[in-house]
């Protein structure tokens, strides 16, 4: 059974940095397009950030030229690199695979997630 654990979020200041991870069992890794996705109270969950097996990145407008994703496939873990970050960014962050269309059976079950809090 896959299994989706991320950590490393945590309360930080506006302007702070925040990097999070997410390991991957039970399933093949390098080959899958992964994502980080983010839920914030009373919004539905949005994609944040993709990277494909070739290691090429797209981001949401909104977190562009501040979060970074990378992967490494010998540790099946997917990286998200959290600069400069907002007050805005304040959610509950899960990585997956990309996309996830639960009708036609792509990608994972959510893991439990890891909180990010950006207050002062």
């Known amino acids: 059974q896959v299994q989706l654990v991320e950590s490393g979020g945590g309360l930080v200041q506006p302007g702070g940095s925040l990097r999070l991870s997410c390991v991957v069992s039970g399933s093949i890794f390098n080959i899958y397009t992964m994502g980080w996705y983010r839920q914030a109270p009373g919004k539905q969950r949005e994609l944040v950030a993709t990277i494909t097996s070739g290691d090429t990145t797209n981001y949401a407008d909104s977190v562009k030229g501040r979060f970074t994703i990378s992967r490494d496939n010998a540790k099946n873990t997917v990286y998200l690199q959290m600069n400069s970050l907002k007050p805005e960014d304040t959610a509950v962050y899960y990585c997956?695979?990309?996309?996830?269309?639960?009708?036609?059976?792509?990608?994972?079950?959510w893991g439990q997630g890891t909180q990010v809090t950006v207050s002062s």
């Open positions: 997956n695979k990309y996309p996830v269309i639960p009708t036609f059976k792509l990608g994972y079950s």
